[in-house]
Nanobody, 126 residues
Framework: QLQLVESGGGLVQPGGSLRLSCAVS????????IGWFRQAPGKEREGVLC????????IYANSVKGRFTISRDSAKNTAYLQMNSLEPEDTGVYYC???????????????????WGQGTQVTVSS
């Protein structure tokens, strides 16, 4: 059974940066697709940035292209979401999710993920 523990959220001013971490236990990252999702108040959960188990395919939400990147550290079995040039519209609860054997076309479909982190709040405000 997979367990995901997130960290790194907080309050940041517009234009600032944050890095979220997602520590995974139960299976090596090399076998897992990783998705980062967020949910803003009053809005549905949306896929932000998702990566295939091989790292060969990545899907970005249009709103974060050029600002957010995803990376993985196999030695630590941890995935990261680096968020730069943050905007107030990036405010929300961010979740990481993991799932083995996902098709690339389904990487950012939240219903296809069974394992989720607890969520971490990101607030972008001056």
């Amino acid at each position: 059974q997979l367990q995901l523990v997130e960290s790194g959220g907080g309050l940041v001013q517009p234009g600032g940066s944050l890095r979220l971490s997602c520590a995974v236990s139960g299976l090596a990252l090399d076998y897992l697709a990783i998705g980062w999702f967020r949910q803003a108040p009053g809005k549905e959960r949306e896929g932000v940035l998702c990566i295939s188990s091989t790292g060969g395919s990545t899907i970005y939400a249009n709103s974060v292209k050029g600002r957010f990147t995803i990376s993985r550290d196999s030695a630590k079995n941890t995935a990261y979401l680096q968020m730069n040039s943050l905007e107030p519209e990036d405010t929300g609860v961010y979740y990481c999710a993991a799932e083995p054997n996902l098709l690339v076309i389904r990487l950012c479909v939240s219903d296809d993920y069974d394992s989720w982190g607890q969520g971490t709040q990101v607030t972008v405000s001056s």
